[in-house]
């Protein structure tokens, strides 16, 4: 299964995609996971891609692509993968559709987490990662309603709604029953 998952900052994507995971035996692929690997590890793409987490806004596509591109020809992502935080702009969409037919492949399943915005900035708060300060937070909503909520359109009809609201046990509920249909 290639499936995409879709939703604010603080939707639960990250938790769920971990389930599912460990349900389909597929890996999690987070390029957030990615990029604070790399500032970890320092490396010079760690150093780049910090100074825009750090203010909540996208790393810039080409090197996320790049990167994304790298880690799909991984071995274990031949046969299927969960991208969580990626695509997050319509031009990485287009990006990953060319990166899946070079492979002959193409998404089975993009799934929207659909959460009130009161309920991600809660949900960040408690989290308390590095990039989860109030500040950064609110830009980083601004960042998602303007680059990536228009992924909702791109993919149209294709896309399966989930309440996200609820919790991990409900969530995860509802996103396999619609899966396994
Ligand atoms: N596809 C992407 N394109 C550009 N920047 C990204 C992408 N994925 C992650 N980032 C960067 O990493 C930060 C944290 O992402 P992530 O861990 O996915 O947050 P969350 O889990 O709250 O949605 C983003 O705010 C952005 O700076
Ligand atoms: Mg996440």
Do not use: C, W
């Not at 349900?23 to 690997?37: E, M, N, Q, V």
């Not at 010079?44 to 987490?53: I, N, P, Q, T």
Request: aromatic letters at 6%; glycine letters at 8%.
């Amino acid at each position: 299964m290639r499936l995409v998952i879709l939703g604010p900052p603080g939707a639960g994507k990250g938790t769920q995609a971990e389930r599912l995971s460990e349900k389909y035996g597929i890996p999690h692929i987070s390029t957030g996971d990615l990029f604070r690997a790399n500032i970890s590890e320092g490396t010079s793409l760690g150093v780049e891609a910090k100074r825009y987490m750090d203010a909540g806004e996208l790393v810039p596509s080409k090197v996320t692509v790049d990167m994304v591109r790298s880690r799909l020809a991984e071995p274990d992502a031949t046969n299927g993968f969960i991208l969580d935080g990626f695509p997050r702009a319509t031009e990485q969409a287009d990006a990953l559709a060319e990166i899946l037919a070079e492979h002959g492949q193409k998404l089975d399943a993009v799934v929207s987490f659909d959460v009130p915005e009161d309920t991600v900035v809660e949900r960040m708060l408690a989290r308390g990662r590095a990039d989860d300060t109030e500040e950064v937070i609110r830009n980083r909503l601004h960042v998602y309603e303007n680059q990536t909520a228009p992924l909702l359109a791109y993919y149209g009809d294709f896309v399966t709604h989930i309440d996200a609201a609820g919790t991990v046990d409900e969530v995860f509920g509802r996103v396999i029953a619609q899966l396994d249909k």
